[in-house]
């Protein structure tokens, strides 16, 4: 008798006193994507870059390192590479022997075509190969430079910051050969008066930063 007592009074208590299981309503996050930047039919891009140079004779007078700047404009179908063309130039300091301190340059004009090895939601690393035609010249009078042609490759990575800005470190190196002679002029000037010829430079090493700004309407097939 005082068994099922006990019993019945458990049971009471079990009833009247529930365990008490803590267990709040689960809360699934969905799950966060990268947001996908749109890739754009056409590009503008301008860089500044420190610059290395090599001449294709002695040029002690000039400094080895120096600056360069450029635009690029790019049309891009697809999101695997683009066409486009560009203009950079680089300075260096020069020091002719007997006369004052002057400035060396090169201007390139770029045909080029660009693969874009990765394109994720917000990278685009690319590399890139140009046609090149190269003039040499300096901020003194010189003799009228030959213009050249040459080749050049690239590399870089941009980085969405936002829809219509894209901002990375790119590299650059554009070769210079098969000189084109200037055409000669009407007159004949003394070798006294003749102005000396400017640098040759050969080769330029460009490392720096472009700032791009993709417009126009999208690539499809987004990601």
Known sequence: MNHERLLAASIALT????????????VVHPERHPRAFSRRWFELSAHGAGAARDCSAACDE????????????????GREYALG???DRAWFRWRPEGDDPATAH?????????LYLLATARLDFWLEASVNESTGGASRRVAP????FGTGTGAGLDVFVWDHL????????????????PQE????VGAAAAPPEAPSIRLVLQLGLAVTVPFGPAVQHQP
């Open 15 to 26: 009833v009247a006193f529930p365990a008490r299981a803590e267990t709040g309503p689960v």
């Open 62 to 77: 000039v400094d080895p390192l120096g600056f360069a700047a450029g635009f690029t404009a790019l049309l891009r179908p």
């Open 85 to 87: 063309a560009g203009w």
């Open 106 to 114: 090169l201007t390139s004009l770029r045909l080029l075509a660009r």
């Open 145 to 148: 430079p030959p213009s050249s």
């Open 166 to 181: 894209k901002l990375g470190p790119r590299a650059q190196v554009n070769w210079v050969f098969a000189a084109r002679a």
């Open 185 to 188: 002029g009407g007159g004949s």
